[in-house]
DNA sequence: GCTAGAACGACAACCATTCTCACTCCTGAG
DNA sequence: CTCAGGAGTGAGAATGGTTGTCGTTCTAGC
């Protein structure tokens, strides 16, 4: 399977990327519709599950073009996996350095509005996305290290 | 070369963990002598030259303690590899994702002045620190990518 | 039908990190 | 001193997410 797509749907003002095509569409609708980060492995089993495969490395690539062209946003967790999310889905997590559990944080350094950032700070840097992390230990692994429990 | 540190020398206030050994001390003091990130393996590589070589699994716990003890921070670079600094180093950083090269941000979201944030946030999570990091395309990235370049 | 070019899928390769396990060193007891 | 127990370590194998390779398939144009 594979195709040379004919025609571009999508027709965002985008400022670099050209417009992603049929293929990388269903994986942001699948990001979308999905109410949590997805995993490149998890994206191409849904999209098994809905018969719509896409071979793991084309999801890699999928997921790179949309990423530069702004779609997608992309972190790593602490086992190394990288999970992706809509770009609009503008959430920061809290991470445990022991167990490496990751839970949301209800806040944005830069204020939810997008880029609060100057271009005196940037450079000539063309922002897409960003991530803040905050990182120490749960509640749990705390109870575990203090001295006189374990 | 093993041994069971007899007496700990290190005595900083710590909340949680135990102060780390001697092996330990060495890998921060390397990591606080050179003015950047190193990664474990150039770790691994400044030891041996120093005569005071370890062995890469024990340069990686040591690593994992001393985040854990709130001594170092870390973060990983696009490549996946992950790259060490003192946690007094307050040092963020614009990413190509294209590219993949880092340069340095000249701001903290969190003002500098260490974790500014409510116990209501971190309900019991107990923070080391945080890493604030703005993806993008780098202006050579972005040179490269618009039409009527390449 | 035929050619050129782009996208794709399957699988191999890569490489940072973690795991395993035998060994060394330290400590404490006799 | 000698011995046993335990923690820390080093070398190399194993792990696993990601990327590279390469032959195939599709579209466009003629």
């Known amino acids: 399977m594979a195709r040379a797509h004919p025609a571009p749907v999508v027709t965002a003002t985008l400022p670099l990327s ?7 569409q269903r ?7 999905a109410g949590r980060e997805l995993s490149a492995r998890e994206l191409h ?4 599950a809905a018969q719509e495969q896409q071979g ?16 997608v946003r992309c972190r790593r967790l602490v086992n190394g996996e990288s999970v992706y999310a ?5 959430q920061h997590h809290l991470t445990c350095v022991q167990c490496g559990s990751s839970e949301p ?6 204020g939810g509005s997008g880029l609060g950032l100057t271009k005196v700070l940037l450079q000539g840097f063309q ?23 374990g």
């Open 18 to 24: 050209p417009p992603p095509g049929p293929r990388q």
């Open 27 to 33: 994986l942001l609708l699948v990001l979308r519709e």
């Open 45 to 48: 089993q849904l999209l098994e």
């Open 56 to 71: 793991l490395a084309t999801v890699y690539r999928g997921l790179k073009l949309l990423q530069r062209a702004g779609l």
């Open 86 to 90: 809509p770009l609009e889905r503008d």
């Open 105 to 110: 944080l209800p806040i944005c350094p830069l």
């Open 127 to 149: 922002p897409l996305f960003h991530t803040f992390e905050i990182h120490g230990l749960c509640a749990r692994c705390q109870q575990l290290q203090a001295p006189g429990h």
